[in-house]
């Protein structure tokens, strides 16, 4: 069965000084592009499973989202390597809905989508809440970048394919 990496968008892959939503303002982080590309090489399908509050906050719109991803996936178009799918939830934290992480639903969703085996996944992201999304979706490690000794996006993927 094929795996994924179930990837956070903000602060994981770009950088995001807050709700980003400009696509102009869309920056990789240091090592993603060579972290994606390995991480394909080893079979991992690049699926996004991003928390987008500020859709429902009424902060920017749903095609805001769309266009900060069509800017990543151009940013990545010169390192040959794509991103393969894009989840997200759009609602508040008060809203209690099941698709925000750390609740499950979204990587579920992915995994019917692409035919996924959850058991042979992995998350990276740079929140807890990532983390702990990876361990109840039962997925075979989740690692979080942004802190000591993941400090970029290269090394996250190192752990992540030395231990799979
Ligand atoms: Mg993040
Ligand atoms: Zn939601």
New binding site residues.
Partial sequence: MKRAAFLDRDNTLIYDPGYIHEPEKVELLEGVPEGLKLLKEKGFLLIVISNQSGIGRGYFKEEDFWAVNGRLQELLKPYDVQIDGFYF???KPN?K????KPKTLLVEKAAKDFGVSVSESVVIGDKDSDVEMGFRAGCRLAVKVGAPPFDNFLKAVEFVLSST
């Avoid at 809905?97 to 925000?100: D, I, K, Q, S, T």
């Fill in positions: 939830c759009p609602h809203e809905c099941n698709c925000r």
